[in-house]
């Protein structure tokens, strides 16, 4: 029988590395020189879910009403991620390709929604969104079992 899986809380909270350039879903361990990478939080982490409710609190009589639009919905669902999901990255740079931008809210937020770029916020989704970028290592999941098994003692 399959055991479950444990996430490494700290990881679905703080982040892991990814690499956009190379395109890969595995998490690596530190941003790779020359490359667009970014830490990305697990989707629907408890700060996830606190940022999705404050951003969609202002357009609630909407939802009620039947007004929202899908750029409603995408906007709100854009703030969340800027809050909670997409937490750093290294190498974004202006188009001149020497400028670095920092990172930050608004140009996440400016980044994610800019329908040329929408390969980067799928990216950072489905980054999000795959569970065994946030399981616990085989180490840390040995550690646990030991300490647990010796309280039962």
């Not at 890969?24 to 629907?44: F, T, Y």
């Not at 940022?51 to 969609?56: E, L, P, W």
């Not at 040329?116 to 646990?144: K, M, P, W």
Request: charged share 25%; with cysteine; aromatic share 10%.
């Amino acid at each position: 029988m399959p055991a479950m899986q444990r996430l490494d809380v700290g990881k679905t909270t703080d982040g892991v590395w990814f690499s956009f350039t190379a395109r890969d879903l595995v998490p690596i361990k530190e941003p790779v020189p020359n490359h667009i990478c970014v830490r990305v939080a697990r989707w629907n982490n408890p700060a996830h879910r606190a940022a999705k409710q404050k951003a969609y609190e202002p357009f609630l009589e909407e939802y009620k009403s039947g007004k929202a639009t899908e750029t409603t919905a995408t906007e709100a669902e854009t703030e969340a991620i800027a809050d909670a999901i997409l937490i750093d990255w290294r190498g974004v740079t202006e188009e001149d390709q020497t400028t670095e931008i920092p990172h930050s809210r608004a140009k996440a937020i400016e980044t994610l929604l800019d329908k040329q770029l929408y390969e980067f916020r799928y990216f950072v989704i489905e980054a999000a969104t795959t569970s065994r970028n946030f399981v616990a290592d085989a180490t840390a999941r040995a550690e646990g079992n030991l300490s647990r098994s010796s309280s039962f003692s």
